[in-house]
């Protein structure tokens, strides 16, 4: 199977970036990935632990702002991830 990843204007995009394919299996992962780049296979199972995102920035407290690649926003608290960057704290 040959994968191409493009933007909305077909125009190809060029590593990295990250990509989820909810049908394969660790099998066809180890027949199928490319040699020639990196890749990763990641089994995923809700817990009911949270709201696993990916993405924006997310703002810690006032003056501290990060932008992880994963991360999990307990269930009682996705009301409060607002605005961009993401606010996670209470402010005082």
Known sequence: MKLSVVDERNAPIREPFVLRL????????LREAPEDARWEFVRCEAKGCGKVLTG?????????VREPDVFVVRPEEIHRATGVPW?????S
């Open 56 to 64: 924006p920035a997310v703002r810690l407290a006032p003056d501290v």
């Open 22 to 29: 909810s049908c394969w299996s660790l099998d066809r992962y």
């Open 87 to 91: 606010t996670l704290y209470l402010s």
